[in-house]
């Protein structure tokens, strides 16, 4: 098993976030690895937690990546943030992901949650990917 591609996963979906014009049209630049000081904006996207097991075969070394991808908003329902979330898994399983280590051998959305919590609606969603280090 190697941990050593999850930069490149993480890498690949922040660059895939961050150009799609679906997802922008909602939240604009608001897309973060880590969200700045001050005021965060009404909506917003962060990557979040990750969870990495061995995928290893015979052949090569692989790892399976459980990641998640959040919204957030201030506003008043879920309707805005359930469209980004949407416009998020149409991103990342319409085209493949180009890591610059290692390749991505499935990518599959797996779960996803909403809640309310202090004033902010956040929607969670969760992805698997299975990753080998051969090329």
Known sequence: MSYGMTSALQTAVYGVLTTDTGLQAI???A???AIPEGTPPDIYVT???EKVRDASDGSSGGALHEFSV???TSG???FLAKEAASAISDALLGAPLSLA?????RLYFYRAQAGRSSGTRRIDIW???RLDEAA
């Open 101 to 105: 280590r290692g390749r991505v051998n």
């Open 70 to 72: 959040s919204v957030v």
């Open 31 to 33: 897309i973060y690895d």
């Open 27 to 29: 939240v604009g630049s």
């Open 127 to 129: 992805f698997r990917a």
């Open 47 to 49: 990557l979040g937690p």
């Open 76 to 78: 008043a329902g879920f």
